[in-house]
């Protein structure tokens, strides 16, 4: 078993990436809010470094939080997965649009079985 994680500023694609999860029948992914370390630096009171202040004109105030997509799958479900998201995302290997990945699981609990 895997966990995939997808972050994206993409937050419209999130909801569409849902759906069709379900339309095959793989459900029990959960979404989660987040900020990329940028606007969350912007946001503190800590001294960024020197180079941060140059970066300041990059970042929108008003731009949403990130969403994270987690979900526990199956290795058969993982190209699934991964082939909606990129149907949903477009440009991913773009810089800022998101980052997929996928960690192996040696133990999961409260999964529901297929």
């Known amino acids: 078993m895997n ?4 972050i ?4 419209e694609a999130i909801d569409p990436i ?6 095959k029948n793989l459900s029990g992914a959960s979404v989660v809010d987040c900020a990329g370390m940028l606007k969350s630096l ?9 180079i941060f202040g140059s970066l300041r004109h990059f970042i929108n105030p008003d731009h949403e939080a990130n969403k994270m997509l987690l ?3 199956n290795d058969e479900d993982s190209a699934t997965v ?3 998201i990129h149907r949903h995302v477009h ?3 773009q810089p800022n649009t998101g980052i997929l990945f996928e960690v192996p ?5 409260g999964v529901a079985k297929k």
């Open 8 to 11: 994206t500023n993409q937050v």
């Open 82 to 84: 991964r082939a909606v």
């Open 71 to 73: 979900i526990v799958l």
């Open 105 to 109: 699981i040696s133990n999961v609990e």
């Open 3 to 6: 966990l995939l994680v997808f």
């Open 18 to 23: 849902l759906a069709e999860l379900l339309e």
């Open 91 to 93: 440009s991913i290997d």
């Open 42 to 50: 912007n946001e503190s009171s800590v001294d960024a470094p020197p």
